[in-house]
Structure formats: C-alpha cells, structure tokens
C-alpha cells in the first residue's frame, strides 16, 4: 500500500480505489446537514487520498488544534520509548517520580505502572485532571498523585486525562527531550507532518493528553502509518508489535452496542465498532482507521460536545457499505459533482446589510466597557462601505478586528483566550447588520475548534454586546456585556 514520494500523499479518483464518487458526496452532505459544524475531512483509500475539503475560511496549510487526538500521538512516543529501552511497560510509575512521590504512596499507587496510564486503568475513580489542571504551584505531577487510587490499578477504566500527562512527563525525564522534539526525527519528519505546535504545563512539561496542534493531513497521515502497522514508505517507524497492543482492547470501558465509546480501550486509542478504531478529541477531532476497509477518515471540527457521535453514525451508515468487495466502474459525472462540492465547502457568512443609518452614527465613537470576563475595556467601530474596523482595548494591549460583510477577512486577537486558547489567534471575521440598531460579528478561530457570536446592540449612547460560543465543555451560555460611550 504505497503512499507516494518525497512525503506526497497519491491523490486518486474514489472508483479506482474501489468506492463510489456518489456515496462520498453522501456522507459529505450527511455530515454537514446533520452536525452543526466541521471544518476539514480527507479520506484515504489504499493508501491515496480519493477526497479531501475543507469549510471555508479554514484551509489545508493551518493546523488546528486536537485535543485528545494528542493522547494517541503521545502513546506513540512511549512505545518509541519502549523500543529504545528507555522503560518498560511494567516501570513503575512512582519510580520516575522521586521527588515528587507521596511519602505515605498506597499499595495500589505503588503498583500503578506505565501499561495503567496507557490503558486508562489506574485505579482512580474520579479524572485526576481537575486536581491537577489550575494547581497554585504548577505542579501537576504532585496533583495527579494526590488523587487516591481506590481500585487495583489494570481492573477499572477510567478516562483520565492525567494519566496520559504522567506519560508525557516519563518520556521526557527518560530521554531528556519534549515529547515535540523526541517524535520529530522518529515520527513526524519521516511522515512529512511540519509546522506541528503542543502546549505545555506550568511545569514545561508536553501537555500530553491535549494541547497538540497539526494540519488535516498530519492526522490522515498519523493513522495511514496505523493501517500499514507502523511502516511508512519502506521504512518500520513504529514496531509492529506496537501497533497491534496499541490498538487492540486493553480495557472493558461498556456494554452499549451502538456506542463507538464502549467497544473497548487500547494504549490511548478507542476501539470502534466494525472492526476500526481511532483517535479523537472533543468537539469533533477524529482520526478513523478503519481495517478491515483498507481506509482511513481524519475530520476536524467543532461539532458539539454530546453530538460526538452522530459523526461516526453517519460514517458506518453511509461509507461503510459503500467500500464492499465490488469495484465501481468509473462515474465521470459523480466524480464531477463530488469535486465541485468538496471544492467549494463554506461555513455561512453573516446574513443581513452592508450598512445601517445607525452605523454611521456610532462610527468612531469609543465605548467604555464594564468589567466582563473577555477582559474587554474599551470598543470602537468604524463602519466603512466595503467593511468595518473594529478597535479593542483588552489588558493584554490594543487590538484591530478588520471585519468582512458578505465575506471573510483575516485578523489575529487575544480577547478570548482562555486555558484552551492562548496568545495571539488567527481568526477570520465576517459581519452584517442584522437588524437595524444591530450588528452581529462572527470570530472564528481558525486553529480551534471555537466561533463566537458578538451581537451589538446600540442603543443612544449605550451599547449591549450579546456574546456567545458554538462549543463548550458546559452548555454554552450567552454573555450579556454593558457598555457606554466613552464622552456621554
């Protein structure tokens, strides 16, 4: 199953890698009529790219952020580790960790060992994450430790966030090198996967479980490496013996047949039903492999936290049958009709006007912004013909938003950065008055799964600024912002 040259992906028509143009364009209009937002698919069969989009404004070369999708990467590097006889499966964890250790360790910490962390059975019966993630000190590592283990580690499951941090910080106090830097040579330059970013602990450690950001190709490209069980281009970067443990059940985590999170755990992969697995993080973040088809499916998104599932519905229902032993003859015309679609992907722009009596009248004014959790002090409008500029005062400096109608305009802000979102983002910002006395602003930020909504309400010489965010882990709420203007 070759993929290419010189880091090439081969790009091939669906009919000649055995499914229909017709089923692809299927699944494309399922999944963006029935989740409420992607942002990037690409799937490979054997081994060749047959489709590929992205929803406008986002694009190819931008990495986005994949949250636990970086658990699978960091597994990775601890079977790498394994092979280069750094540790075993069965070190200790607590033998890593001597300055941190409790002194008074539980016979169950002291028998957690480096297959629990992988496997998410550690004993713990409660996310060590939350004790860890915020800590005064920044130590993470004493957080996680402080968590009692209540069950013999290897006999409960448990999705553990924490756990795959302690594997980041065991790879790098073994070999001396962030998890970034150790899978460099051995993984991601041999893949072809460049420009790949992941955040870091208070302690500067690799965040392990989250935090890691690659372009949509990166990810098609990780789990094609998976499907070839570690060989890339004539070359075993990952052991074999690896891959099928990594991959295989590891840990019983439900019983529910028609959910893709109960079919079983391996080393910081979830076993899917139909024979696949995958890595996948919140807010719809997915690398599918799917065996038993040949195929692999990479999607980046910003689908909504409980409708995770619906992704993978639509893919088993729609794709599935569509990769059979028959091989489709040729289709010119629904090879035709998929490009057209794939090529001109688009999240919806502002629907409303260009200008507003209103706007004229705010234009330049400075609004004085009461105190607000987006760290928003001061705001300012120029509402020109062809777009608008916005001027933000935040504690972190001055900012300019430029703001398209009826299109897209880049930009970079920090007025929403939060524990996911850190320093100056890439966004893209599209706007309309939507109502008279209302303009409504749409911020993407492109490298996240995030959106938010600013509706501004002017009213004489005050201003209500109406916020709102497409995902969140809590059911996203409005934010209802005061302001007035700063000479009234």
Known sequence: ?????????????????????????????????????????????????????????????????????????????????????????????????????PVDASDFLQAMCVRHLLSMSTGHTVDTWSNMFGRPDGNWIRGFFEVPVTQPPGTF???????????????????????????????????????????????????????????????????QLYLQKGR??????????????????????????????????????????????????????????????????????????????????????????????????????????MKVRLSGLQCPVVEGQADSLVGSRVSDRTYIVDDNALKLREISFDFGAADCTIRLKTDSGDEVLPCGYGTWLPGQTTLFNDEWVVGVTPVMTCGAWTAEDVFTLVVRLVETPFVHTLGFHFLDSELLIQTQVNVSFEAPEAQLLSAHHKNS
Request: net charge negative; glycine share 10%.
């Open 157 to 223: 499951f448990l999705y553990n966030t924490g756990a795959t941090y302690m594997l980041a910080a065991i790879v790098e106090r073994t070999t001396r090198m962030t998890v970034l830097d150790y899978l460099e040579p051995r993984l991601f330059a041999p893949l072809g996967i460049h420009g790949a970013s992941w955040q870091q602990s208070p302690e500067g450690i690799t965040m392990g479980g989250i935090g890691l950001s690659l372009k949509t190709e990166d990810i098609a490209r990780f789990g």
């Open 1 to 101: 199953m070759p993929v290419g040259t010189l880091h090439e992906l081969q790009r091939a028509t669906p009919e000649s890698q055995g499914i229909a143009s017709a089923a692809v364009l299927r699944l494309v209009e399922a999944l963006e009529s029935q989740t409420n937002e992607l942002h990037s698919l690409m799937l490979l069969r054997h081994g060749s790219v047959v489709a590929e989009g992205w929803w406008s404004p986002y694009l190819p070369e931008q990495p986005h952020i994949v949250f636990s999708l970086s658990k699978s990467f960091t597994a990775s590097a601890v079977g790498l580790a394994v092979s280069e006889g750094y540790f075993t499966l069965e070190s200790p964890v607590l033998s890593f960790f001597p300055d941190e250790a």
């Open 232 to 337: 890339w281009q004539g070359k075993q970067l990952l052991p074999e013996s690896w891959v099928e443990e990594a991959t295989a059940i590891q840990s019983i985590n439900g019983d529910d047949p028609d959910s893709d999170w109960a079919q079983g755990y391996g080393f910081q992969f979830w076993r899917c039903r139909h024979g696949a697995y995958r890595g996948d993080g919140v807010f719809g973040q997915y690398c599918i492999v799917m065996p038993e088809q040949d195929a692999v499916l990479a999607i980046t998104g910003g689908v909504d936290l409980f409708e995770m599932q619906k992704p993978l519905d639509l893919i088993w229902e729609i794709l599935l049958p569509a990769m059979g032993s028959e091989h489709p003859a040729e289709d010119a015309e629904a090879y035709q009709r």
